[in-house]
Structures are given as C-alpha cells and as structure tokens.
C-alpha cells in the first residue's frame, strides 16, 4: 500500500525524559479508587451498587447510556464507602459523582464465561461480551466499542501510530504485548466483517515494529504499515485519508465510507475479555516530563488518583511546573493531583519549568495564513477566528468550527502567540448549550402539542360515550312503548289512551276541589241566628 499524504501537521521532536524506555511497570493499589458515574462523553452512567456493598473485581458497578448498556466495572475486590462529587478530567472541568471503591484483602474476580469458540460464534454475541466486559476506545475518545462495531466495515485499522510527544504506552504494550494485539484486531474484525486489516505504526518504533512482525508471522489478513511521524497523523481521519486516500465527510463517521479504526491498547483488551473472560480493569497509562523523578509505562487500577501514579514513579522532581493528563497538545491541565485516571487517560504528563514557553503579549492576527497551513482538517483557522471575535458562533458554525479536532498544530504555528484552540472550544460550548437547550424546548413543545392532542381526542371520545348512552336509552324507552304483536291483534281488550288535558283545564279542576272542600268544612248556623 502506497501512502498518501495528509494536509498541514507538525514535526515535534522527541522530548527528553518521555518514558519509552524500559518495561511496563505496576502501579500500586491505592488505598481508595475514584470512578466516575459519568462516560466519556459526560452522559450520566446507571449505578447498578450501593454504598456498604462489597463488590468483586470485574463486577459492573454502573451501566452506560448506549445501546448494550457498557458496564463500569470494579478494577478491584472491595467495599463501596461513598458516592461523592469529585473533580472529572475534562478541558471545562467540574465535577462529577464518583464511586468511592476501598480494596480488600484477596482480589476476587468476578470473570465471565470464556469464549475460546469466538469464530464459530456471532458477531452479536462478540460485541455484547465487549460491552460486559466494559470496553471503550482506549486512544483517548473513549467511545463505547461495541457500539462502534455495530455497522459493518471493510477495512479494520488497528491505530499503534500515537504522534503526540510523551505519550508511550501504545509503544510499550506493542513492544510486550505485540501478539494479543494481533489476536485482538481478528476479533475486531470478526465482529466488523471486515476482510482487510491494517496495523499503523510510526516509522521511528523500531522496536515495537520488529515485536508486531514476529507476532503476525505468516499471518495474511494482517498488514503492518509504518506511517511517518508527523502530528498529528494518529487522528482516526488523518490515518484513514494517509493509509486509504479517503476522506470522512464533515459530520460523518469513518463507518460511512466503510472502514472503522480501533486503538491497539482496545484490540488487546478485546482479547482478554472475549478468550480470557476479563473485565476491564487496568490499563497503561505513560508518566513522563522533567517534572517527575522516575518516568515510565505503569499498568494502572482505573480510578487511581494521578497523586498515586506520581509517587509510583518517585514523587515530583523541584522542576515541576504544570500537571497534564494526555499529551502536551490536546491534554488536560490540572490545578491539582486529586482527579481520577479513567478510561481514556492514557499519559500523565508533569512538565519542568524549561518545557513551558514562556507566556507573550497576543499580537494581532497578521494574516500569515501560517494556521491554514498546518491545520490537517484545511480549516481556516483565522477566519474562524475573526467571526468568533464578532460573537458570529453561527457564522464560524457554517465554516466547519464542528470539524476542528483541537489538535493546535495551528496555535503553535501562530506567530502573534493567539490562543486559537482556547477560543474555538469555548465557542462549542457556546453552541453545545443552546444546542441542548433547543432540545429541550423541542422536547418541552412536543410534549405540549402531544398533550393538547390526547386531551382533544379523550374529550371525543368522551362526548361519543355519553351520544352512545343516549341512543341506548332511548331505544330502551321506545322498546318499552312500542305495543306488543298480541296486543295489536286484540283490538277490544286494549284501553284507549287517556286524554290529554291542557294547563287551564287542570287548574280549573283544582279550583272546584278547593270549593268543594270549603264548603264541606264550613259550620252549621246557630239557633239565635236561623
């Protein structure tokens, strides 16, 4: 396969101290683990537990919102303490309700039933054995996988090519852990039906290059590609436009054109949950900059506090400036060391004092056109810009402001320093929240509309009902007046029917009967008077 260039990117040197070396360490058990009641996209989880509970490791404590309700399992065997506000790992912050999990003694696992039989066995059963088991997307976006395994793909790319600086635990599984890689992308892509398979790369792991080769062997289905490393090229669409010369449409998925990307950390983790039964409960999470003693690649219980994978590679060195979940580009800072690795946080990242640029005046925008350049989704990054300044979300909307990826290949290029990325995010938010407030008026109009209608139609029927009763009766009274066959057939036993008597013939009546009466009542005359 011959690859195809992307637009824009950065060529970022490898930074110092950016923990690829050496082997995939333990992280220690924390005495308490934080999960979030939240996913990856914010939406609320169903809590399946209750405080006091004692639960065992694999054992789903919360299910999420999508179609096979991807549970939240417990990384350890333990005691369920609290459900309290925490703070989550997210670019607008906040907080979130977390499960506060204390590990016991002796980790029992709650595991599931094998399924050694996976190619005889139905795509459906597969992608429900990934929602058990609680797989996500592992390369940061954290979408549920069986949700993303529902449609039908052609090619499967295994995404191994991570790009950003520091970030090395992709490196370090392929380099340990190369074949349930490679078994876990067949899984994939039995469940996905696709024929094809594709292995990225960056063409600087040579290491973890040569460990994939040996792993797929003689192995035809399964291709390594090597991909150069440029930033961001690990993007699910960049990769796709690089390896296949296809392009997402705005506002599509990549299973639209008929290929689907998985991260290499979810193939492995694939196949622990379908052939070995494993929930999932740890994940690798890389430490690195100069503001930490010891950098490395540690395999980390979910919901240990970022302060416990600190002190596992050595505490803070006196250089420590900035604290980052994820890359140096597209990371979270944090203002403290309390938050919870979750799911999706694959890199904590402390940066020394000599990584951070030293903060300049903004300058005004000169029209370099050096944004445009490097943004590899061919945004306008600088027209985005001049309307966001206006207040014009709508107009920077029409422009594709929904397909930036807030890599900021753009803000690093920027000679003025304008913190670009900074405002296309608030400008989301902006748009995400009246988004979801139409929704809610929509919602709230429907409901109205429904309810005039039910109570339109209830009273209808209501009306026809009592017309119903009506007819009844009526027919029951004619039924009752109506002479019967034999008494028609005997004229000379029928009584005539009385008379009818107007009002002045029946108040004259009344009147003689009152005479009457008087008169009878009257006394007799006295002797003296006869």
Avoid at 210 to 235: D, F, K, N, S, W
Avoid at 252 to 259: C, E, M, R, Y
Avoid at 369 to 386: F, H, N, S, T
Wanted: hydrophobic content about 45%; some cysteine.
């Amino acid at each position: 396969m011959s690859l195809h260039r992307i637009h824009g990117g950065l060529v970022l040197a490898v930074p110092p101290r950016a923990s690829a070396s050496g082997a995939i360490r333990p992280c220690p058990l924390p005495p308490r683990l934080y999960l979030p009641l939240i996913d990856e996209r914010g939406t609320l989880l169903q809590c399946r537990t209750a405080v006091g509970r004692r639960v065992r490791r694999g054992e789903p404590l919360a299910l999420g919102a999508d179609e096979l309700a991807t549970a939240l399992p417990a990384p350890a065997s333990g005691r369920i303490v609290a459900i309290e506000p925490r703070p989550v790992i997210r670019t607008d912050g906040g907080t979130a309700p977390h499960l506060v999990l204390e590990p016991e003694a002796g980790d029992e696992a709650s595991s599931l039933p094998p399924l050694a039989d996976w190619r005889e066995l139905d795509a459906s059963v597969l992608r429900r054995r990934l929602a058990e088991a609680g797989l996500v997307g592992l390369g940061g976006a954290g979408f549920a996988t069986a949700q993303k395994l529902a449609r039908r793909a052609a090619t499967l790319i295994v995404n191994g090519a991570e790009c950003e600086p520091y970030i090395t635990c992709d490196e370090a599984l392929l380099r340990e852990r190369a074949a349930d890689v490679v078994a876990g992308a067949e899984i994939l892509a039995r469940i996905a039906g696709a024929g094809e398979i594709v292995l990225a790369l960056e063409d600087r792991l040579h290491e973890a290059a040569a460990a994939v080769r040996a792993a797929i062997g003689e192995h035809g289905a399964i291709r390594l590609e090597l991909v150069p490393t440029v930033y961001p090229q690990g993007g699910e669409r960049q990769l796709i436009e690089l390896l296949c010369a296809r392009e997402v449409p705005s506002g599509g998925w990549p299973a639209d054109i008929g290929i689907v990307v998985h991260n290499v950390a979810t193939a492995a983790a694939a196949w622990r949950a379908v052939v070995h039964g494993e929930a999932l409960t740890t994940r690798l999470v890389s430490l690195g900059g100069r503001g930490v003693n010891e950098p490395g690649v540690f395999e980390v219980h979910l919901g240990t506090p970022v302060e416990a994978l600190v002190a596992a590679g050595g505490g803070y060195t006196p250089q420590a400036a900035r604290l980052i979940v994820g890359g140096p580009l597209m990371g979270v800072a944090l203002p403290d060391d309390q938050a919870a690795l979750t799911r999706t946080s694959n890199a904590v990242l402390v940066l020394g004092t000599e990584d951070l640029r030293a903060p300049g005046p903004e300058l005004p925008c000169i029209r370099c056109g050096d944004c445009a350049d490097a943004c590899p989704v061919r945004l306008q990054p600088q027209e985005l810009l001049r309307l966001l300044r206006d207040d014009d979300d709508a107009g920077a909307a029409a422009i594709g402001l929904a397909d930036c990826i807030e890599c900021g290949c753009c803000a690093v290029a920027c000679p003025s320093q304008i913190p670009l990325v900074d405002g296309y995010r608030a400008a989301k938010s902006r748009l995400a929240a009246t988004a979801a407030q139409r929704a809610r008026a929509d919602l709230a109009r429907t409901r109205f509309v429904a309810r005039g209608q039910r109570l339109t139609r209830e009273q209808a029927e209501k009306v026809a009902r009592v017309a119903a009763r009506r007819e009844a009766l009526a027919q029951e009274q004619a039924a009752a007046t109506t002479p019967s066959i034999s008494d028609e057939t005997t004229p000379a036993t029928t009584a005539a029917p009385a008379p009818r008597m107007d009002k002045s013939a029946v108040l004259a009546a009344i009147a003689r009967g009152k005479a009457k009466r008087a008169q009878n009542t009257t006394p007799p005359p006295r002797e003296d008077e006869a």
